[in-house]
């Protein structure tokens, strides 16, 4: 069976400093990547996604990148944390050409910047 | 205008009760609509997925799903306070390609004793 997990779990990061968030997923091949961030009472907000190694989409221009340097590892960074990008990150993963588009989520990493 | 429109609630219902959780959306290709829970401090879990209008059971949960109304729904049956949790209505995403979701911001679901 196929499992995700993140780490680390919880962090705390002051203003300004940099930011490495890990995902990786197991029991799958070439899965569908993507990272979410939900900020405190909103929504689900997609923020990159990733169909193979190496292949990166950004869906909101922000001070954060993505990277998938393994097929099932996907790491989210920052050089510079701002307030603003305190929240709950999420990864979830989707099995390619099974015909739906089930994506399903690893446990979250929530990162409070001070 | 929202692609994916949820009413954020609380909607509280009393335990053994139906409780009804609606969703709209405003893409009329979208082909798949999933159901997930997420309990408070918690990532979201899938509970169901629905591709066809009409209904789709699975335990005490039921999908409806009306592709001309563009509105799909949730009904749990004979809640429990275990029940209780934030459920999110997610909408495949056809536009600009890629494999994508757009989620709703989820209504909270409080079952009462």
């Known amino acids: 069976s196929q499992t995700i997990h993140q780490w680390p779990a919880t962090l705390v990061q002051p203003v300004g400093s940099p930011l490495s968030l890990e995902c990786t997923v197991e029991?799958?091949?070439?899965?569908?990547l993507y990272w979410y961030r939900q900020a405190a009472g909103r929504g689900l907000q997609l923020l990159f996604y990733?169909?193979?190694?190496?292949?990166i989409s950004s869906e909101v221009p922000q001070n954060l990148s993505a990277s998938r340097p393994q097929d099932r590892q996907f790491i989210l960074s920052s050089k510079k944390l701002l307030l603003s990008d305190s929240g709950f990150y999420l990864c979830?993963?989707?099995?390619?050409?099974?015909?739906?588009?089930?994506?399903?989520f690893g446990p979250g990493t929530r990162l409070t910047v001070l | 205008q929202k692609e994916v429109e949820q009413n954020s609630g609380p909607l509280s219902v009393p335990e053994g009760a139906i409780a009804s959780l609606n969703c709209t959306y405003s893409?009329?290709?979208?082909?798949?609509f999933f159901w997930y829970r997420q309990y408070s401090g918690k990532s979201p879990e899938l509970i169901m997925s629905?591709?066809?209008?009409g209904d789709k059971e699975d335990g005490r949960f039921t999908a409806q799903l009306n592709k001309a109304s563009q509105y799909v729904s949730l009904l749990i049956r004979d809640s429990q306070p275990s029940d209780s949790a934030t459920y999110l209505c997610?909408?495949?995403?056809?536009?600009?390609?890629?494999?994508?979701?757009?989620f709703g911001t989820g209504t909270q679901l409080k079952v009462e004793l």
């Open positions: 997610a909408v495949n995403a056809l536009t600009g390609g890629g494999n994508k979701l757009t």
């Open positions: 893409d009329r290709v979208s082909q798949s």
């Open positions: 029991g799958t091949s070439n899965p569908n």
């Open positions: 979830a993963w989707r099995e390619p050409g099974r015909g739906t588009d089930t994506q399903y």
């Open positions: 629905i591709y066809s209008n």
């Open positions: 990733s169909v193979g190694i190496g292949q």
